[in-house]
């Protein structure tokens, strides 16, 4: 099984949230990497997009295919990993420090999991 951080929550579309002080930073999940293999390519959202919670945030690309990263959040892009621009094998390398975007003015969120629930999710898939 894929490294999976206490502290973290995480959702069955394989994005991990992590909330401080109201803004959310949204990235990959070790198991999504893992199972999307070598990045290539991350289509970053822009600052001041605004974003609903279920749909699509950006997208990646990797040697396999183009794959869509959901936001778990309804709210606006606060700010963007841009570093992912120029490395998106970051997010391979280490996608808990990889995070790909941080949202604000948070109106609805999803129901997210914790670890342990995410493991259970992750080895019925």
Request: proline share 4%; charged share 25%; aromatic share 8%.
């Amino acid at each position: 099984m894929a490294h999976v951080p206490e502290g973290l929550r995480y959702t069955t579309s394989h994005e991990w949230i992590s909330e401080q002080g109201g803004t959310y930073t949204i990235g990959l999940t070790d198991y999504a990497q893992d199972a999307l293999g070598d990045l290539v390519f991350v289509n970053l959202p822009q600052e001041g997009d605004r974003v609903i919670a279920g749909e699509t945030l950006c997208d990646v690309e990797s040697v396999k295919a183009v794959s869509d990263v959901f936001s778990p959040v309804t709210g606006t892009v606060s700010e963007v990993n841009e570093a992912l621009a120029d490395s998106p094998e970051m997010i391979n390398e280490t996608p808990y420090e990889a995070w790909i975007a941080r949202i604000e003015g948070v109106s609805e969120v999803e129901d997210f999991l914790d670890a342990a629930a995410y493991v259970a999710f992750c080895e019925k898939e």
